[in-house]
């Protein structure tokens, strides 16, 4: 079984890779921000997904909560459309968090 894993990249951004599924979503995987709550902006791509359902979305409102419990800001980009159809019919879509262009440090800074 291939693990989720989340990836730090030059831009500052993370990389998720991975399914975003039932069968692969653990109690690790919720974890995988833990060691980040120093970052004030996290900005995860989403990209190298390889497929995700609705445990998926559950893991990403997962993350939403743990950020602002620490008080970070967090977005995603580049979400799957399985992600984005999920989220449409929830109404998530509409979130400041679930959007497809984040604003990332490079942005910022040039």
């Known amino acids: 079984m291939d693990e ?13 890779h991975g399914e ?4 692969r979503i653990d109690k690790n995987t919720a974890r995988l921000l ?3 709550t120093q970052t004030r902006h996290l900005v995860i791509n989403l990209k190298p997904v390889k497929r995700a ?10 993350w939403i909560k743990q950020s602002m419990r620490h008080q970070q ?12 159809a999920l ?6 879509d509409n979130s ?3 959007i497809q262009n ?3 440090k490079a942005d910022l800074n040039g």
């Open 20 to 23: 975003l599924t039932f069968s």
């Open 73 to 84: 800001k967090i977005c995603f980009k580049n979400i799957p459309e399985q992600l984005t």
């Open 53 to 62: 359902d609705s445990a998926g979305l559950a893991l990403l409102i997962e």
């Open 4 to 16: 989720i894993k989340l990836l730090k990249q030059d831009s500052g951004e993370y990389e998720l």
């Open 96 to 98: 400041d968090y679930f």
């Open 34 to 36: 833990q060691n980040l």
């Open 102 to 104: 984040c604003i990332t």
């Open 87 to 92: 989220a449409v019919l929830s109404g998530f």
